[in-house]
């Protein structure tokens, strides 16, 4: 069975940090792209941050860009999200995903982790 656990979220006051980290089992996603989506409470899931399987080459939403840096160990089939100067909109759940590319959009990935929540308060 293919999982993805996401785990690290918390509560933290803004201009804190945190590191999510994403936990893949079931098979290897060595060669996925792999990303970090968020969703706030009635809001559509949002695009964060991807990583190409290569780790080479990384997308950032502009909302998060100079802040969070997104990482991955093949080796240990985990993928890292280190938010840093986090503010109030922040706040939201926190999901992994695995698919065949970088992708800003939903649709380009075909697993997904339960979530993790980060609260950030002002």
């Known amino acids: 069975q293919v999982q993805l656990v996401e785990s690290g979220g918390g509560l933290v006051q803004a201009g804190g940090s945190l590191r999510l980290s994403c936990a893949a089992s079931?098979?290897?996603?060595?060669?996925?792209?792999m990303a970090w989506f968020r969703q706030a409470p009635g809001k559509e899931r949002e695009f964060v941050a991807g990583?190409?399987?290569?780790?080479?080459?990384?997308l950032y939403a502009d909302s998060v860009k100079g802040r969070f840096t997104i990482s991955r160990d093949n080796a240990k089939n985990i993928v890292s999200l280190q938010m840093n100067s986090l503010k109030p909109e922040d706040t939201a759940v926190y999901y992994c995903?695995?698919?065949?590319?970088?992708?800003?959009?939903?649709?380009?990935?075909?697993?997904w982790g339960q979530g993790t929540q980060v609260t950030v308060s002002s």
């Open positions: 995903a695995a698919g065949m590319s970088v992708d800003s959009r939903v649709i380009g990935y075909n697993y």
């Open positions: 079931g098979r290897t996603f060595s060669r996925d792209a």
């Open positions: 990583i190409t399987w290569t780790g080479h080459s990384t």
